[in-house]
């Protein structure tokens, strides 16, 4: 079994900034991509930043320029800098990772999510 544990979520007033990091443990053998989702009330989840394992990334076109997602790979460790933070960024954010257990199966885990709330 693979588990992600997330934290970082919070309050935030409009501009601010947060962190967010996922670490993933278990039964890993390696990780390809590592994302970040968010579900706000009433609408369907979406991405909004994935990360490979070299390192590219693509994000939603709502956050360009304003958040950054990066990985630290001996650690199994997923973050997401989110700068100029908006209200419309306010939703659960969940943590998913894809690759490969250490039996050969593929893998593909999601966080508890972690709430992110922009309000002044």
């Known amino acids: 079994q693979v588990q992600l544990v997330e934290s970082g979520g919070g309050l935030v007033q409009p501009g601010g900034s947060l962190r967010l990091s996922c670490a993933a443990s278990?039964?890993?053998?390696?990780?390809?991509?590592m994302g970040w989702y968010r579900q706000a009330p009433g609408k369907q989840r979406e991405l909004v930043a994935a990360i490979r394992r070299g390192g590219r990334a693509n994000y939603a076109d709502s956050v360009k320029g304003r958040f950054t997602i990066s990985r630290d790979n001996a650690k199994n460790t997923v973050y997401l800098q989110m700068n100029s933070l908006k209200p419309e960024d306010t939703a659960v954010y969940y943590c998913?990772?894809?690759?490969?257990?250490?039996?050969?199966?593929?893998?593909?885990?999601w966080g508890q999510g972690t709430q992110v709330t922009v309000s002044s």
């Open positions: 998913n990772v894809e690759g490969v257990q250490l039996t050969g199966m593929p893998l593909s885990s």
């Open positions: 278990g039964s890993i053998f390696s990780i390809n991509v």
